[in-house]
């Protein structure tokens, strides 16, 4: 899981596994939303989570949402080699504007 | 589409220099973010804009200092670079339903 000030979480699987991330929140939120950066470049949004959504899908990505334990999880099915990369998960209260980023999980897949 | 321009890619310093970072969108978004990303670590916030001519302190922001003259541009200074700093400052535009979009970093080493 990642969350608070713990160091990158690292995760190592082979083509073609299915993959799954955690990730705990402290606060309310209204959305989680789940970025991928990959090697070099800025983080970018992958999906998008609403807190009236229990599970949201996006070709290979489901993402799911438990608002009563504060928690989202990330899913891969039939990984590539391009999906290596970090994996941060955002929260944002109802304010807006301040998005919280997680420390990340970084994803290595082996072809 | 749209695209978050950081200008330098690279950023070499000596300690107690005065530094600035410069970041271009074109895609009409309104609010505008700074993100500093520490090796292995998540992303925290600098500073952040609702509107040109605004400015919102992050949780980071002791140290540096922002302008955001323009709609499409925002700049981040830092005041004094200390020694031995190293890390990645990334600059970001948001949708209205805070949807983040990213440029690729500015590396900052500082001697």
């Known amino acids: 899981s990642q969350w608070g000030e713990e160091n990158l979480q690292a995760l190592s699987i082979q083509e073609g596994e299915d993959v799954t991330m955690n990730c705990s929140y402290k606060?309310?939120?209204?959305?989680v939303q789940w970025y991928r950066q990959k090697s070099g470049k800025g983080p970018a949004l992958i999906i998008l989570i609403r807190s009236n959504e229990r599970e949201k899908r996006s070709g290979r990505l489901r993402a799911t949402l438990d608002t009563s334990s504060q928690s989202s999880s990330l899913s891969i099915t039939g990984t590539l080699a391009t999906d290596t990369a970090v994996y941060f998960c955002?929260?944002?209260?109802?304010?807006?504007?301040?998005?919280?980023f997680g420390t990340g999980t970084s994803l290595l897949v082996d072809p | 589409g749209g695209i978050i321009t950081q200008t330098p890619k690279f950023l070499i310093g000596q300690e107690g220099q005065k530094l600035t970072l410069k970041c271009q969108q074109n895609?009409?978004?309104?609010?505008m973010y700074w993100y500093r990303q520490d090796s292995g670590k998540g992303l925290r916030l600098i500073y952040y804009s609702i509107t040109e001519n605004d400015l919102q302190k992050g949780d980071l922001s002791e140290g540096y200092d922002a302008s955001r003259e323009k709609k499409s541009s925002f700049s981040l200074t830092v005041t004094s670079a200390q020694k031995n700093e190293m890390a990645v400052f990334l600059c970001?535009?948001?949708?209205?339903?805070?949807?983040?979009?990213f440029g690729h970093g500015t590396k900052l080493s500082v001697l």
């Open positions: 606060t309310y939120t209204t959305v």
């Open positions: 970001a535009s948001s949708t209205e339903d805070e949807r983040l979009f």
């Open positions: 955002a929260t944002a209260g109802n304010m807006g504007y301040k998005l919280t």
């Open positions: 895609f009409n978004h309104d609010t």
